[in-house]
């Protein structure tokens, strides 16, 4: 099969374009640097044209207000790109809990984005990840200054790159879901918690203060962790951190 793959050259995209490769498809990585621009839909017709399946793993570049029309823009582009060139599966790559957190301007845009390709008129899959392990360091630093780190105790279900990489590439060779499938970390941890067993692994000395209204994760209540219905992958944070 051939696969476009938006967003293909950055962490999680470099990846899926790498894992769909190997299995024996043709997976094309686009992004600004080859040419394809989805606000302004500059290179799109052409990345989606002869596509079998279009994976969009592109992401606003802001986590405020202007996250809304960057995926409602986006998304019009390519489900327009996507018609015309014949594309038969849709795939995104969303948040788990995303819409059980309302107060949080980044996510009501993530929920727009699933509900703009839900309602489009492309057989589609949507793949919900927990929080990427690769993300715990800027994380941090949102609330660090030189002594301190202040996070909250939110439940965080921290993933491997490499493992979201992979439960996409999985969605995206098989048939459309035309629904949501979870994907998560092994294991739970309390943000705060998750900080402490950061730094001690980098020998960072700063204490971690547990303050319920730190940071993004502060406005979480814990419904961004799974439930028994989301498939677990493998990495566990220490081996990650190794």
């Known amino acids: 099969m051939k696969f476009a793959v938006i967003g293909g050259t950055g962490l999680i995209g470099s990846r899926v374009v790498r894992i769909l490769n190997a299995a024996g498809h043709e997976a ?5 640097s080859t040419g394809v621009d989805v606000l302004s839909g500059k290179g799109l017709e052409e990345a989606a044209a002869g596509a079998d399946v279009l994976v969009n793993l592109t992401n606003s570049p802001t986590f405020d207000e202007a996250a809304t029309a960057f995926f409602q823009t986006s998304m019009d582009n ?10 038969r599966h849709f795939v995104i ?3 788990v809990g ?15 984005q699933e509900h703009i390709l839900a309602t489009g008129p492309i057989p589609y899959s949507i793949v919900r990840a927990t929080q ?6 800027a994380i941090l630093s949102w609330t660090a200054d030189g002594e301190s780190v202040r ?9 491997a790159a490499e493992d979201v990489a ?3 590439a999985d969605v995206a060779q098989g048939p459309p879901l035309r629904g949501i499938r979870d994907v998560a970390g092994p294991e739970v941890f309390p943000l705060d918690e998750l900080g402490r067993i950061t730094l001690s692994h980098k020998g960072d000395n700063r204490t971690v203060v ?3 209204t730190a940071g993004m994760f502060g406005a979480v209540k814990g419904d961004v962790i799974t439930d028994t219905g989301a498939d677990l992958a493998p990495t566990r944070y220490a081996d990650w951190l190794s």
């Open 28 to 32: 094309v990585p686009h992004a600004p």
């Open 78 to 87: 390519l489900l327009a790109a996507a018609q015309k060139g014949g594309v």
């Open 93 to 95: 790559l969303s948040i």
């Open 98 to 112: 995303v819409d059980h957190v309302p107060e949080l301007v980044y996510f009501r845009a993530k929920v727009l």
């Open 132 to 137: 990427f392990m690769e993300f715990i360091d």
């Open 151 to 159: 996070l909250p105790a939110t439940p965080i279900q921290p993933i």
């Open 166 to 168: 992979a439960a996409v």
């Open 210 to 212: 547990t303050d319920p």
